[in-house]
């Protein structure tokens, strides 16, 4: 099993810029991507950004330009630099973890960004 516990959410006025920390224990020898989704009230749970374990990066088109997602494979930790926060960003923030390819089958608990206007 991978536990995974995220950290950095908090409340933002839009422009500003927060950053996210995930860090990943248990049997975290195998993972591969991990990556950060996101959940807005209604909304259904979508992809930020992702990385691999070999840096290859993958962003949302919301968030292009303005997320940056990067991994410390030493602390076993991913982290996500938001700068330019708007309001739509609003949303529980998810840290997610893959063994096989961008499979992800590992969560944590959330964190909530909130970006005022």
């Known amino acids: 099993q991978v536990q995974l516990v995220e950290s950095g959410g908090g409340l933002v006025q839009a422009g500003g810029s927060l950053r996210l920390s995930c860090a990943a224990s248990g049997s975290i020898f195998s993972i591969n991507a991990m990556g950060w989704y996101r959940q807005a009230p209604g909304k259904h749970r979508e992809l930020v950004a992702d990385?691999?374990?070999?840096?290859?990066?993958n962003y949302a088109d919301s968030v292009k330009g303005r997320f940056t997602i990067s991994r410390d494979n030493a602390k076993n930790t991913v982290y996500l630099q938001m700068n330019s926060l708007k309001p739509e960003d609003t949303a529980v923030y998810y840290c997610?973890?893959?063994?096989?390819?961008?499979?992800?089958?590992?969560w944590g608990q959330g964190t909530q960004v909130t970006v005022s206007s």
């Open positions: 990385i691999t374990s070999g840096g290859d990066t």
């Open positions: 997610a973890a893959a063994r096989v390819s961008r499979i992800y089958r590992y």
